[in-house]
């Protein structure tokens, strides 16, 4: 094994959206964007939205989202106001609008108060069925009860909680100060409310950690069994992210001890009933994305591994991206520029970035997504040279049979590797510098 990770351990995509964001050619237009919306809608299946809540009050040396740090709450009303006018304008501009499913990420969601997610979700609930589905992301820090009992007023039925590590040196190197006492507390409270699924996440990579630290870290965590686990590998990219030239680079583990931490954690959540879910999730078979991954509808985007019911996703707040079979858009990034850009009062455009996909874009995707969420793939319309796939049939990574790859329980873990193959953007582009390392 660390033959094969000295071998695949190079800078690649994660692939939670094809293209990868770095190869976009650019915002789409106000009307281009709002027409893709309407030849892609359909009323049964609605629209997803993803709300994007920058705000913390410390910021963690790993983090790689985009938010800022703020000592109060001074600005929340103005904040939320602010969201609801953009969902207003989506409204205004496509009419009567499905919601299906709403997720809050950030930054800190939980920075909000239980009254501001009261006024966000009975707003956007209006237009939603009993198919409604809600999720949010949990700082143990903040998270209050009464934050807990407003989600399931409002259908929020799915939690995910921001773990991490439990090592106290570990979580000191990267400024994160959540203990297992306040993780279990919130844990028992949403376990007491019947919470649909519990997700825990985890890091590995982190500084100072060791096989022995996450040994420590998984028996408290399968202590409590929740119903998900996403383990993520860290992103180092200090080039990108400032907060993370924090970090004492010497003090990460290496690409050998990377790999043991991620198969120790792997093997671990199998032994004890978790179902292994795509690149990095593990789930009970009773769980939603358990059942997706049995059932072959897993999906794949910027929240990582989903069950999504609706092609189209909606992405209200600053930064947050939205997608349409055909194309891609992301908000304007500062606070200050998303407001200008929602309040129509200046020329500030109302999308950064995006794309739109061409028919060689679409036909990449579907095989990257099929590779990423099932572990196999198609792939009879590429005309890719053999020898790179020939070679990963060699090393254990894949199969192929008549013009499909199904990847091996070894090649798993380089499964990135494998969708580079298919990624036409990267034909003759250097990746230095540009992408996170894959294993």
């Not at 997610?117 to 949010?136: E, P, Q, R, Y």
């Not at 010497?250 to 690149?279: D, M, N, Q, R, V």
Request: negative net charge; proline residues 4%.
């Amino acid at each position: 094994m660390n033959d094969l990770v000295k071998k695949y351990d190079i800078q690649g995509p994660r692939y939670t959206s094809y293209p990868p964001v770095p190869f976009w050619t650019g915002a789409p237009g106000v009307e281009q964007w709002i027409s893709d919306i309407r030849r892609s809608y359909n009323r049964d299946t609605g629209v997803d939205l993803y709300i994007h809540i920058p705000y913390c009050y410390s910021i963690c040396h790993y983090c790689g989202c985009n938010r800022v740090e703020v000592k109060d709450n001074s600005g929340e009303d103005h904040y939320v106001s602010m969201l609801l006018k953009e969902w207003g304008n989506y409204c205004e501009e496509l009419g009567d609008i499905k919601v299906n499913s709403v997720h809050f990420g950030g930054g800190t969601p939980t920075f909000l108060s239980p009254k501001s997610f009261d006024i966000i979700l009975t707003t956007l609930k209006a237009n939603s069925d009993d198919a409604f589905i809600g999720s949010v992301e949990l700082h143990p820090n903040v998270t209050r009860r009464e934050h807990l009992t407003t989600f399931k007023k409002h259908g929020l039925e799915r939690i995910s909680i921001g773990v991490q590590d439990l090592n106290d040196d570990v979580l000191e190197s990267v400024n994160r100060n959540a203990t297992i006492a306040e993780i279990t507390d919130l844990y028992k409270m949403a376990r007491n409310l019947n919470f649909e699924s519990i997700n825990f996440d985890l890091i590995y990579g982190l500084p100072h950690q060791t096989t022995e630290s996450m040994k420590k870290t998984f028996d408290q965590v399968l202590e409590l069994r929740p119903d998900m686990i996403a383990y993520y590998s860290f992103a180092f990219v200090p080039w990108k992210m400032t907060n993370q030239k924090k970090i004492e680079e010497s003090a990460l583990p290496g690409p050998e001890l990377k790999k043991e931490l991620f198969h120790y954690g792997s093997e671990k959540l199998k032994e004890t009933g978790y179902l292994t879910i795509g690149l990095d999730h593990f789930a009970l078979d009773s769980n939603f994305l358990g059942k997706a991954m049995l059932n072959k509808t897993l999906k794949r985007n910027f929240m990582g591994y989903v069950d999504q019911k609706s092609n189209i996703t909606l992405g209200l707040g600053p930064s947050a991206i939205s997608n349409t079979p055909y194309s891609f858009s992301q908000n304007q990034k500062t606070i200050e520029l998303y407001y200008q850009s929602i309040e129509r009062t200046c020329d500030t455009p109302r999308f950064i970035n995006g794309h739109g996909l061409s028919t060689q874009d679409q036909k990449a995707s579907k095989v990257i997504h099929d590779v990423m969420c099932n572990g196999i793939a198609d792939i009879s319309s590429f005309n890719i040279e053999s020898d790179e796939l020939e070679e990963m049939k060699r090393d254990g990574l894949l199969n192929i049979d008549n013009k499909t790859i199904i990847m091996t329980p070894v090649g798993m873990p380089f499964v990135r590797n494998v969708a580079m193959l298919f990624d036409h953007y990267l034909d003759g582009a250097g990746t230095k510098n540009m992408f996170s390392k894959t294993v």
